[in-house]
């Protein structure tokens, strides 16, 4: 099925065998890939590491977020937990509070209940494939090839959603979940699999872009395909919202309520009380406006000094607490905006 070709569109020297095709071309993909990496790949602080714990905290965090958003986060995670005893030791508020911010907050629960795991049943012990990673709570097909790849050197492909375009664009066509896993299997280096890995993700970050790709420094342009002219994927729809907060200081304290530990996002994580339509009306006054994003929505965000919330409760909280409680990433934002943290 890999083998569809566009023989009205393409020369026959790079056709779709680029990808599953001979061995030649393979060698040829990988060759130049690599090279490419090693000139240009950017300077991130998990480059080079080979330590499977620092891997695995790299790659969690880069799961739907940003590099750059990662990697303050990521060097302060490691000074605060600077292994897999550390993280498993501490309890999850403050593994919670070291995320705040970054956003899906699953990830880090389910790394910290992997900890636990990894500490307790394992005695301390990683996992050797990406088999057994993949058998550890909230470790999925990518980030345990990824780990596996990059720490151990096994031979396995990684696919994520840069992965995916890049391979659609060198076959020319959509391809469903097995056949890019398929095909980034085929082109894998199995002697440095965990730099081809990321020199597949690097090429799709920064050359291979969804809008725009700068094919003209593309070091495998002479085997796609398309050369950019794929349409690029359809854009999730996003929604705009609004949403208005009350911002309560009293005696050095910060009023705030906790979200419920069954809520679908950011369960047990504090946040400013949310404000009624009726509350921002009557508080015209003193208000602060911001912009936030989470996941498709963009909101507005308004938040008011000192205006009684939609629903009593809360807890007063001390600012100086606010640094280790995990606080949602827009409370962080708007804390930070209002000079409170
Ligand atoms: N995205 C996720 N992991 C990555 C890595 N190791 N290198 C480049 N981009 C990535």
């Known amino acids: 099925m890999l083998l569809w070709t566009r023989r009205d569109c ?5 056709q779709i065998e680029v990808v599953v095709g001979s061995a030649e071309k393979q060698a040829w993909f990988r060759r130049s890939l690599l090279a490419w990496y090693e000139r240009h790949r950017r ?25 750059a958003a990662v990697i303050e986060y990521y060097r302060k995670f490691l000074q605060q937990f600077p292994d897999v005893r550390s993280l498993a030791a501490a309890r999850l508020p403050k593994v919670l509070a070291a995320w705040s911010g970054l956003g899906y907050y699953r990830r880090a629960r389910m790394m910290h209940a992997a900890a636990r795991e990894i500490v307790k049943a394992r005695r301390g012990v990683f996992p050797q494939t990406a088999e057994d990673w993949h058998a550890l709570p909230g470790i999925g097909r990518y980030t345990s090839a990824a780990i596996a790849s990059i720490a151990l050197g096994e031979p396995v492909a990684v696919v994520d959603g840069n992965v995916e375009r890049v391979l659609e664009r060198l076959q020319g066509r959509p ?29 799709g970050a920064t050359v291979c872009l969804p809008r725009q790709p700068n094919c003209g420094e593309c070091p495998v342009r002479a085997g796609c395909a398309t ?3 794929l349409p690029a994927s359809q854009q999730v729809a996003r929604r705009k919202a609004e949403i208005a907060y009350g911002l309560n200081c009293r005696n050095g304290s910060v009023l705030l309520v906790r979200r419920p530990a069954n809520a679908s996002l950011m369960a047990g994580m504090w946040e400013l009380p949310e404000l009624s339509r009726e509350a921002v009306a009557a508080h015209g006054n003193g208000s602060l406006s911001l912009r936030h994003s989470i996941t498709v929505t963009d909101y ?22 606010l640094e280790t409680l995990p606080l949602t990433g827009l409370t962080r934002k708007i804390l930070r905006a209002a000079k409170i943290i």
Do not use: C, I
Request: aromatic content about 8%; overall charge positive; charged content about 25%.
């Open 300 to 321: 507005s965000v308004r938040v008011v000094r000192e205006a009684a919330p939609a629903n009593a409760g809360g807890q007063w909280v001390a600012r100086k607490r």
């Open 10 to 14: 393409f020369p026959m020297t790079h």
């Open 227 to 229: 050369r950019g002219v």
């Open 43 to 67: 300077d991130l602080p998990w480059r080079g590491e080979r330590d499977p714990y620092r891997v695995w905290v790299s790659e969690v965090m880069l799961q739907q977020t940003r590099v």
């Open 175 to 203: 391809l469903s979940g097995a056949e890019a896993w398929q095909a980034a299997g085929s082109l894998l280096s199995k002697k440095r699999p965990g730099d081809f890995n990321q020199a597949m993700m690097e090429l």
